[in-house]
């Protein structure tokens, strides 16, 4: 039993962060670069002499080092190379720990853009704000509160009718 209770709770971790984070497009994003740069920097390795990335296979391995800051990559030979390299050190990392960054902090923010706490806090503010309302504030206060109530007691007959 306690199995499938966690079973639906990752399911709906998975789904909150596929449907409500930027996880899955910066991934895709960061993927077709990676592709992108590795093949420029094989291009523009190819031929040169004393070059270390003699393949695709070694470029994507570059790619992979270079970006996560590893520091085992092989160091590109050409100047064009090096420039192409640089830009794809800076991009990659901003994406790559951009990319957990903007995950986790979506996620955990979730929950304090829902609309009924924002509704809750806008009631709570005015409660502490009382003596600084006008007549008309408070009669609007007093309209909303009575529209609150009449709508929680139609739920409760829902519920238990």
Known sequence: MRRVGRHVRFK???????VHTPLIK???????????????????????????ILSYGDALYWAVAAFSTAG??????S?????????????????FFGTIV?????????PMQRPHKKIIDTVEYNLEQLDDLSVDELDLLKETVDTLIVHVEQLKKKQSG
């Not at 709906?12 to 596929?18: G, I, K, L, P, T």
């Open 12 to 18: 709906r971790f998975v789904s909150d962060v596929y």
């Open 26 to 52: 910066m991934v895709l994003l960061l993927l077709v670069l990676w592709l992108l740069f590795s093949a420029g920097m094989y291009f523009l390795e190819l031929g040169i002499e004393g070059a270390s």
């Open 72 to 77: 085992i990559a092989d160091t590109p030979v």
């Open 79 to 95: 100047g064009s190379a090096k420039l192409v390299g640089g830009v794809w050190i800076v991009l990659g990392s901003m994406l």
């Open 102 to 110: 903007a995950t986790v902090t979506t996620y955990f923010m979730r």
